[in-house]
């Protein structure tokens, strides 16, 4: 997930370009000078700027000033690097997010939360004593929370709340 | 008189009541446990306010995030971890205590003076906003323009990172609230023909994935935090009156720094502790005693972060500009209420103004007693295993962006794009914070920026030649150019601070 400075500032200077063309094309308001191109081009603008100077290493200065703080606050076990895997791991919990917006109409939200609070106790290591008690009692606490407390209805799916 | 008994009467409800000590143990809570910050807290509580009463909604924010601000300091005294962000200034210095068995005075110091500086801040709260407010309704767009730019330009100044990426960060958020019809000339924008995006991107569905899912998807890349031993803590409140009468400038100026830099458009809590805990040791007597687990910089930054809790919510209620990322969540909760920020609501609204007032007082006296109740349960509750705590905040994630969107599966999708994109940005150096008040804040700037310029005729003199907005302009481009004047003085002192750490 680490970009090097140079990848991240181009995108955010082409994302800018984009913001700024896109903007200068919008159709004006009809006897008004000013309508909605404006702002995005004014942002677009801002954004290539920042990119460019981002590119250009220009304020790393203060990165490394705030990171020198952080080496000096932390235990030395903290500083070891974590192994590559864990990074992409991190996705998990937007994966199953996605799953849910997918799942949860057909499949109803006791059993999609169920499958999410399993799959993520595991990631984080939990031993299935836990994850899987875990994975019944939670969605089932959440969703009387919802129902009872806030009423509102999550979806039903197959396995509707029993009450 | 009759509208503080009015406020009375809407604050001490059997609803309100209760949402308030829920929220006080929820916050507690989820400040104690580390990693989880007290704005993850408030975010997380956003999709349970939609569903209550106005006053209840907003018992419920400011409770929480007093209480989470406050537990932040309980994992960072026990376990050297901040538990909130704004902790994290006085870390060293409390655990340091610990280590020389004082374990109780530090987390006391924490309380009690956390309890005095949310009074204070409460009370300027009540002096200085309808103060302002006066001002405040002779501000024109122009005025409001530049308000919202200076509050912009604080978040940025006050991240610790490059300030370019921060600036960059911020307009990334402007950009996002152009999408969707929500524009001057109603057209669709940025919306790629897709009909979820021409209502615009909601901020509450962002801010879950900013704050709640990228700290889920972190706390998956970093280590387990250390066990927290089982320790006996005496009386927590012993000896507090006398540290009280001992330092009493410490903290007063704490407090008065805490209410300055929470009144400042952009920065919060988190600044005001850094800022109070380096002039605490400024300014002592035996500055040499600072990190062996001295009272005095933890007494005036804990009073600090928690009394610009309370300053922060002036500009939030007078402009609709956030102190910090916890009042911007609190701002939008207001309007979602029907009290749409501004200085009109002092007078249309002023008995909801005085029960906000009196929640945030009953808050800060009954932290005392849940406080140390939480403090009590410490050990049960900061070592909480993460692999059950973890997965019932990402099910929170989904399940409340989904309910406060109107039962649309879109917001689950924005929670997890968001939650991406901000774990992409912290782990590159690019402050979240600092676009997440670009969301709360874009449409109010582009109406004034766009409503200004239309009044000029495409001119752009207004801006500058109006007596207070050339004030606040002078402010914004200052706010701009610090970093530049901070480098060259680094410079001309040798490299700076690099070298030397």
Redesign the interface.
């Known amino acids: 997930m680490q970009l090097s400075d140079r990848i991240s500032g181009s995108a955010i200077a082409a994302l800018g370009a984009v913001a700024f063309f896109y903007g200068s094309k919008l159709p004006p308001v009809p006897g008004q000078q000013v309508g909605p191109s404006a702002f995005p081009m004014v942002v677009g603008a801002g954004l290539v700027i920042c990119g460019s100077l981002i590119v250009f290493g220009i304020g790393r200065h203060f990165e490394e000033v705030a990171e020198a703080d952080v080496v000096s606050h932390a235990r030395p076990e903290e500083l070891e690097p974590m192994a590559a895997w864990r990074n992409w791991l991190a996705l998990l919990p937007p994966a199953l997010l996605a799953f849910y917006a997918l799942a949860s109409e057909t499949l109803g939200f006791l059993p999609t939360a169920a499958v999410m609070v399993l799959l993520c106790s595991l990631a984080f290591g939990a031993k299935p004593k836990l994850a899987v008690p875990l994975a019944i009692i939670a969605p089932f606490v959440i969703n009387l929370i919802f129902l009872k407390l806030l009423r509102v209805p999550l979806p039903g799916g197959i396995l509707p709340f029993p009450w | 008189m009759d509208t503080v008994i009015k406020a009375f009467g809407l604050v001490f409800q059997f609803d309100v009541m209760i949402a308030v000590v829920a929220s006080a143990f929820y916050g507690l809570t989820v400040g104690a446990l580390p990693g989880l910050s007290a704005t993850m807290a408030t975010a997380l509580l956003v999709p349970?306010t939609?569903?209550l009463s106005p006053i209840a909604a907003i018992a419920t924010i400011i409770t929480a995030s007093a209480m989470a601000i406050f537990s932040g300091d309980i994992p960072g005294c026990l376990l050297?971890i901040p538990g909130t962000p704004a902790s994290?200034a006085y870390?060293?210095e409390a655990y340091a205590m610990t280590r020389k068995g004082q374990a109780e005075t530090a987390l006391g110091i924490c309380l009690w003076f956390s309890a005095l500086g949310g009074i204070a801040g409460t009370l300027s709260l009540m002096l200085i906003a309808p103060l302002l407010a006066e001002m405040a309704l002779s501000f024109s767009t122009y005025e409001n323009f530049w308000l919202a730019m200076l509050g912009l330009m604080c978040s940025t100044l006050v991240a610790?990172?490059?300030?370019?990426?921060a600036?960059?960060a911020m307009?990334?958020g402007?950009?996002i609230t152009?999408v969707g019809i929500d524009?001057?000339?109603?057209?669709p924008?940025?919306t790629f023909g897709s009909t979820d995006l021409l209502g615009g991107i909601e901020v509450i569905p962002a801010l879950v994935g900013v704050f709640a899912?990228a700290e889920?998807?972190?706390?998956?890349?970093?280590?387990?935090p250390p066990k927290i031993e089982n320790r006996k803590l005496g009386s927590i409140l012993k000896g507090q009156w006398k540290l009280t009468k001992e330092y009493p400038k410490q903290q007063t100026r704490g407090n008065i720094v805490g209410i300055i830099i929470g009144v400042l458009p952009g920065a919060g809590a988190d600044m005001a502790a850094w800022v109070s805990y380096a002039m605490a040791k400024r300014f002592s007597k035996t500055p040499e005693k600072f990190g062996t687990g001295h009272p005095e910089g933890l007494i005036e930054a804990g009073a600090s972060n928690n009394a610009s809790l309370a300053s922060g919510w002036v500009p939030a209620l007078l402009f609709g500009i956030p102190g910090d990322t916890i009042t911007a969540i609190a701002i939008g909760v207001l309007y979602m209420k029907g009290l749409n920020p501004g200085p009109t609501l002092f007078t249309s609204q002023a008995e909801s103004m005085y029960a906000l007032y009196i929640i945030f007082i009953l808050g800060n006296i009954i932290m005392i007693p849940f406080g140390i109740i939480m403090i009590r349960l410490a050990s049960k509750v900061v070592g909480a295993?993460?692999?059950?705590v973890?997965?019932?905040i990402?099910?929170?994630?989904?399940?409340g962006a989904?309910?406060t969107a109107g039962?649309n599966?879109f917001a689950?999708?924005c929670?997890?794009?968001f939650?991406?994109f901000g774990?992409?940005m912290e782990?590159?150096?690019?402050p979240v914070a600092a676009m997440v008040l670009g969301i709360v804040m874009g449409t109010m700037?582009?109406q004034n920026?766009?409503t200004s310029?239309?009044k000029s005729?495409?001119s752009v003199l207004p801006f500058f030649d109006r007596p207070v907005s050339s004030v606040l302009a002078a402010m914004t481009f200052a706010a701009l150019l610090w970093?530049v004047f901070s480098?060259t003085r680094?410079r001309l002192r040798g490299r700076?601070?690099?070298v030397a750490?």
């Open positions: 349970v939609f569903y050297r994290a870390t060293d610790r990172s490059s300030p370019i990426k600036i960059a307009l990334l402007l950009l152009c524009n001057p000339g109603g057209v924008r940025f899912l889920v998807m972190r706390s998956l890349t970093e280590r387990d295993p993460r692999s059950a973890m997965p019932v990402m099910i929170f994630c989904a399940v989904f309910a039962n599966l689950v999708w929670v997890a794009f939650g991406v774990f992409v782990k590159n150096g690019y700037v582009e920026f766009v310029l239309i005729d495409g970093p480098w680094d700076g601070r690099v750490a």
